[in-house]
């Protein structure tokens, strides 16, 4: 079953999740953060990133952030964004990690694999998903 979500309404959806895996593009391989995102003003803002997760924001700002469900046959909230460090630096320059890193959400959807009893998705998409609407 597909429940309608907005963008507007993303604080409510994160309510329904623990904590979310932050998915960076890495130099070798994807990078994975577990990551308690905050809702500020329709960004995402993680606390104390890690450097490597600086670094790769600054060389690479398109990532996922992807928010288990609490319970088994439960919706995965995935948000797509573009990730960055306040004061633009990268967590190279300076020993200390930086203090936050923001994602700026661009795409999201709520989603659960499709089982045999599934209904059909309003969206048409294989999967049980269902967008989330773009914020204004």
Same mark, same amino acid.
């Given at each position: 079953?597909? /429940? ?27 990078? &994975?953060?577990?990551? &308690? ?8 803002? /993680? ?30 909230? /995935?948000?797509?964004g573009d990730a960055s ?31 045999g009893s599934s209904e ?11 967008p989330l609407d773009r914020?204004?």
């Amino acid at each position: 079953m597909s /429940i309608k979500v907005d963008l507007g309404e993303l604080g409510a959806a994160m309510a329904e999740h623990d904590f979310a895996y932050l998915l960076s593009p890495g130099r070798e391989r994807p990078h &994975v953060l577990a990551v &308690v995102p905050r809702l500020v003003d329709g960004a995402l803002v /993680i606390d104390s990133p890690g450097r490597s997760a600086a670094a790769l924001a600054a060389e690479h700002p398109a990532v996922t952030l992807v928010f288990p469900p609490r319970r088994a046959g439960g919706y995965s909230l /995935i948000v797509d964004g573009d990730a960055s460090v306040p004061g633009g630096g990268t967590g190279r320059a300076a020993p200390d990690a930086p203090t936050a890193l923001t994602v700026r959400p661009g795409h999201a959807v709520l989603h659960r694999p499709a089982t045999g009893s599934s209904e059909p998705s309003p969206t048409g998409c294989d999967g049980d998903c269902k967008p989330l609407d773009r914020q204004a």
